[in-house]
């Protein structure tokens, strides 16, 4: 009797560090540390592109995970909260919506809760699902707080993320890592050496001349994917059919007050700037398509719509939406930057990391690394990142903007027949079709579609069993409840200084 035996990985080694490398690290070593060494190397004199300073609410889980305690995590961080993102100038210059991490309104008797805005918004033309919204009403009067529950209602309270200084995460991070027996090497990467039989990398040579051999390697090396890329010769999907973007040009100011408990993505003639509040500095950056603006061009523009003085110089930053053809190739794994890219417009980029790590650790390989195994992992995240450009290209083809030929670009292409069945869908009667992997939530979809002018022309019949009268007094309820619950939160930036006091 035979047995298949046990050929358990023992060595992983990251090449890159930045966010993408400290997150695997700190991931692997907090919950597999006892059975792998982890080696992670980066060089100081490559540096890292630190523009991902804004998130989503996923990260809270991550960081519970690794055990970070939350107001250590915004003193060492500079952070500050985020309740959602704030579109300006998208659909029509002069307008904005704001696309928040909750529910509007209250779901009542099985049914999403737009579908009673939908039928009362045809007697009350004026009124805004966002009146509704907690988050809105939060996040417009520059109030934060930990709202759980609200009251006795079925209403959940305030989901948030942070905004932190990309570069101060990193270092918390390997913090974290480096007691828990992760090795870091400081050194850059002159060659890779494959096995001639597998076509496995066997070891990395370092400028110093020292070889660090491993069983597993994760690519961390931003957009050059120098393994995945360069020694697996694993090609790119290019998206930029759909998302034009190509450059960004970022540079940070001086904080300015009231700080904000959102993010604000306003759309300029051939791309869109952000703005992220952090305790310390105002993040900013220009994300722009090169064929339609010149790079002098869209650093003055960002320029000329800072809200503080500038610090430092602005700099351009290079990238090609779209993503890897595999992920995972042989024994290499790539992460962040090296894997794919998706422009920061839905501040996706480190839970796309903190997603891809946990899903190398549920999938995580022996030595004969399965072809199975890695099939599933390449499955599972091309699809993820597959909805998640589906949500993107939706800001940019629903838009009612001709002021400039990158807009009437965007408004004229073809789009992916699975987002075009999405709206087709929403415009008709405002159901929804989510797939069960997408990151985005239902109310996700209905904030953009309803803010990018996707406005249903119905809604479910379902609804029709409330009078009138029933109908405009749950309505006068849901909006007199979020009054009372807005009211006594302390405004955002006070709600941090009592925090780290």
């Given at each position: 009797?035979?047995s298949?035996?046990?050929?358990?990985?023992k060595?992983?080694?990251?090449?890159?560090?930045?966010?993408?490398?400290?997150?695997?690290?700190?991931?692997l070593?907090?919950?597999?540390?006892?059975?792998?060494?982890?080696?992670?190397?980066?060089?100081?004199?490559?540096?890292?592109?630190?523009?991902?300073?804004?998130?989503?609410?996923?990260?809270?889980?991550?960081?519970?995970?690794?055990?970070?305690?939350?107001?250590d995590?915004?003193?060492a961080?500079?952070?500050?909260f985020?309740?959602?993102?704030?579109?300006?100038?998208?659909?029509?210059?002069?307008?904005?919506?704001?696309?928040?991490?909750?529910?509007?309104?209250?779901n009542?008797?099985?049914?999403?809760?737009?579908?009673?805005?939908?039928?009362?918004?045809?007697?009350?033309?004026?009124?805004?699902?966002w009146?509704?919204?907690?988050?809105?009403?939060?996040?417009?009067?520059?109030?934060?707080?930990?709202?759980?529950?609200?009251?006795?209602t079925?209403m959940?309270?305030?989901a948030?993320?942070?905004?932190?200084?990309?570069?101060?995460?990193?270092?918390y991070?390997?913090?974290?890592?480096?007691?828990?027996?992760?090795?870091?090497?400081?050194g850059?990467?002159?060659?890779?050496?494959?096995?001639?039989?597998?076509?496995?990398i066997?070891?990395?040579?370092?400028?110093?001349?020292?070889?660090?051999?491993?069983?597993?390697?994760?690519?961390?090396?931003?957009?050059?994917?120098?393994?995945?890329?360069?020694?697996?010769?694993?090609?790119?999907?290019?998206?930029?059919?759909?998302?034009?973007?190509?450059?960004?040009?970022?540079?940070?100011?001086?904080?300015?007050?009231?700080?904000?408990?959102?993010?604000?993505?306003?759309a300029?003639?051939?791309?869109?700037?952000?703005?992220?509040?952090?305790?310390?500095?105002?993040?900013?950056?220009?994300?722009?398509?090169?064929?339609?603006?010149s790079?002098?061009?869209?650093?003055?523009?960002?320029?000329?719509?800072?809200?503080?003085?500038?610090?430092?110089?602005?700099?351009?930053?290079?990238?090609?939406?779209?993503?890897?053809?595999?992920?995972?190739?042989?024994?290499?794994?790539?992460?962040?930057?090296?894997?794919?890219?998706?422009?920061?417009?839905?501040?996706?980029?480190?839970?796309?990391?903190?997603?891809?790590?946990?899903?190398?650790?549920?999938?995580f390989?022996?030595?004969?690394?399965?072809?199975?195994?890695?099939?599933?992992?390449?499955?599972?995240?091309?699809?993820?990142?597959?909805?998640?450009?589906?949500?993107?290209?939706?800001?940019?083809?629903?838009?009612?903007?001709?002021?400039?030929?990158?807009?009437?670009?965007?408004?004229?292409?073809?789009?992916?027949?699975?987002?075009?069945?999405?709206?087709?869908?929403?415009?008709?009667?405002g159901?929804?079709?989510?797939?069960?992997d997408?990151?985005?939530?239902?109310?996700?979809?209905?904030?953009?579609?309803?803010?990018?002018?996707?406005?249903?022309?119905?809604?479910?019949?379902?609804?029709?069993?409330?009078?009138?009268?029933?109908?405009?007094?749950?309505?006068?309820?849901?909006?007199?409840?979020?009054?009372?619950?807005?009211?006594p939160?302390?405004?955002?930036?006070?709600?941090?200084?009592?925090?780290?006091?």
């Amino acid at each position: 009797m035979t047995s298949n035996a046990h050929n358990p990985v023992k060595s992983v080694v990251i090449v890159g560090g930045g966010t993408a490398g400290w997150i695997a690290a700190a991931a692997l070593s907090k919950l597999m540390g006892k059975t792998i060494t982890i080696r992670l190397i980066e060089s100081e004199a490559i540096g890292t592109v630190g523009v991902g300073e804004a998130t989503i609410p996923q990260i809270r889980r991550l960081n519970g995970i690794l055990g970070i305690e939350e107001r250590d995590f915004i003193r060492a961080t500079k952070g500050s909260f985020k309740l959602g993102i704030e579109f300006n100038n998208w659909g029509h210059i002069g307008e904005r919506y704001l696309h928040t991490f909750g529910d509007a309104g209250i779901n009542l008797q099985g049914q999403y809760f737009h579908h009673y805005w939908r039928r009362f918004a045809e007697d009350h033309p004026d009124t805004s699902m966002w009146d509704y919204s907690l988050h809105h009403r939060a996040a417009y009067a520059g109030k934060f707080g930990q709202v759980q529950r609200v009251g006795r209602t079925s209403m959940t309270g305030l989901a948030y993320a942070y905004h932190f200084d990309a570069t101060e995460y990193a270092a918390y991070l390997r913090k974290l890592s480096e007691p828990r027996g992760v090795v870091r090497t400081e050194g850059k990467v002159v060659d890779v050496l494959l096995d001639d039989e597998t076509g496995h990398i066997t070891s990395v040579s370092l400028e110093s001349g020292e070889t660090i051999a491993g069983d597993l390697f994760i690519d961390c090396t931003g957009f050059r994917g120098l393994l995945i890329g360069g020694a697996m010769g694993v090609g790119w999907q290019d998206w930029s059919h759909w998302l034009p973007a190509d450059r960004a040009v970022t540079v940070a100011c001086e904080r300015t007050d009231p700080l904000l408990p959102y993010t604000k993505a306003t759309a300029h003639g051939a791309g869109w700037q952000w703005r992220i509040p952090l305790q310390h500095r105002t993040g900013n950056g220009h994300v722009f398509a090169s064929d339609f603006l010149s790079e002098d061009d869209a650093t003055q523009t960002l320029l000329d719509n800072l809200d503080a003085p500038a610090i430092g110089t602005p700099r351009t930053l290079r990238f090609k939406t779209g993503r890897r053809e595999k992920l995972w190739h042989k024994n290499v794994v790539s992460l962040g930057l090296a894997s794919g890219f998706l422009e920061p417009l839905e501040s996706t980029s480190i839970h796309i990391i903190q997603s891809n790590v946990s899903r190398l650790i549920e999938l995580f390989p022996d030595t004969n690394f399965a072809a199975a195994n890695i099939a599933e992992y390449n499955r599972v995240v091309t699809k993820e990142y597959d909805l998640i450009r589906d949500f993107l290209i939706m800001h940019y083809c629903r838009t009612d903007r001709d002021d400039t030929p990158f807009w009437r670009h965007c408004a004229s292409m073809t789009i992916p027949e699975s987002l075009q069945h999405k709206m087709d869908l929403f415009r008709a009667c405002g159901h929804l079709f989510r797939d069960p992997d997408d990151l985005f939530r239902e109310s996700s979809w209905v904030q953009v579609m309803l803010g990018q002018g996707v406005t249903p022309e119905s809604w479910h019949r379902h609804v029709d069993q409330l009078s009138d009268t029933q109908l405009l007094q749950f309505m006068t309820d849901v909006k007199a409840i979020i009054d009372k619950t807005v009211d006594p939160l302390p405004a955002h930036g006070d709600f941090i200084a009592q925090m780290l006091h």
